[in-house]
């Protein structure tokens, strides 16, 4: 059964998404499920200044400039959503509202948790995506995709291969039981067990997870992969390509600290430059 309600998060400050990330973004979309609906943020700036300084800078005016920015750039991504989503038959809805650029990962982590799962194109580079996908990981209480547009990437219609992380952590089963809509569609699967890296991550680890898939459907394969001391980060890219999987599935490790997140080296690896789409549960 695929998911029935997504939630597509779009920037429209500083940097508007690309439309290559928003394309990409929706057929993503479609082939994880039916009805998707388009969040783009329109940023607003209060100004706490005093009268004379903004006369000198023009503060206001620089700041209504940029608020006007934001505003045309959610409208002309909304309208590209609504076309492109209309076309695949997966359009749900569309939302903009107001907020200030610090309470955009808060807003979006609140509205997702009346979602089925949130994607967000991810750019490594932008301080925005970063803190709404940590938001949406950690306080959201829902499953998140992030996914690093890429014009090489044939456009998506279904879910080919489905690989799993899988080193029998409580946030693994979690993201497991997030992503069984797309393991039921998904025309293969595989668990991936990386051998001497985490104490629970053991031989054999695969084996009920394989009886416990199957109880739903889905007939899965086990692989062990010994990190032989390479970073988790770079196992998981070189398996994920070399199984040409469409999407990675893991649990997300971190806790916040100071309105700061304090994310595991796996989570801040493929965060920062995940391989293929990633569903990340916590």
Same mark, same amino acid.
Not at 148 to 158: E, K
Not at 258 to 276: C, N, Y
């Given at each position: 059964?695929?998911?029935?309600?997504?939630?597509?998060? /779009?920037?429209?400050?500083?940097?508007?998404?690309?439309?290559?990330? /928003?394309?990409?973004?929706?057929?993503?979309?479609? %082939?994880?499920? =039916?009805?998707?609906?388009?969040?783009?943020?329109?940023v607003s700036i209060p100004l706490k200044t005093n009268r004379l300084a903004d006369f000198a800078l023009n503060l206001g005016d620089m700041a209504r400039a940029e608020e006007g920015r934001s505003r045309q750039n959610a409208a002309r991504l909304l309208e590209q959503f609504e076309h492109r989503a209309t076309a695949l038959g997966v359009f749900g809805g569309r939302l903009s509202p107001e907020a200030e650029v610090f309470q955009i990962p808060e807003l979006t982590a609140q509205l997702a948790r009346t979602r089925d799962i949130c994607v967000i194109p991810y750019a490594r580079e932008s301080?925005?995506?970063?803190?709404? %996908?940590?938001?949406?990981?950690?306080?959201? &209480?829902?499953?998140?995709?992030?996914?690093?547009?890429?014009? *090489?990437?044939? #456009?998506? #219609?279904?879910?080919g291969t489905v690989l799993i992380a899988w080193d029998a952590s409580r946030s693994a089963a979690a993201a497991v039981a997030a992503a069984m809509p797309a393991l039921t569609s998904a025309r293969k699967v595989v668990v991936l067990t990386v051998l001497n890296e985490k *104490? #629970?991550?053991?031989? &054999?680890?695969?084996q009920d997870l394989l009886r416990h898939l199957a109880r739903h459907g889905v007939i899965a394969e086990a692989m062990e992969f010994d990190s032989a001391g390479a970073k988790i980060g770079s196992v998981l890219d070189h398996v994920a390509l070399r199984t040409e999987a469409d999407?990675?599935?893991m649990g997300a490790f971190g806790h916040?600290?100071?309105? =700061?997140?304090?994310?595991?080296? *796996?989570?801040?690896?493929?965060?920062?430059?995940?391989?293929?789409?990633?569903?990340?549960?916590?």
């Open positions: 059964m695929p998911y029935k309600d997504i939630l597509l998060h /779009l920037e429209s400050y500083p940097d508007a998404t690309s439309d290559l990330a /928003l394309e990409q973004g929706v057929s993503l979309c479609a %082939a994880l499920g =039916e009805q998707v609906t388009a969040l783009v943020p329109q301080t925005a995506h970063q803190g709404v %996908a940590e938001a949406m990981i950690f306080a959201s &209480g829902r499953p998140v995709v992030v996914f690093r547009p890429n014009d *090489a990437r044939p #456009t998506q #219609t279904g879910l *104490a #629970t991550a053991r031989p &054999g680890a695969p999407l990675l599935v916040s600290r100071a309105r =700061e997140f304090v994310l595991g080296g *796996a989570t801040r690896s493929v965060l920062e430059s995940p391989p293929v789409p990633v569903l990340l549960a916590h």
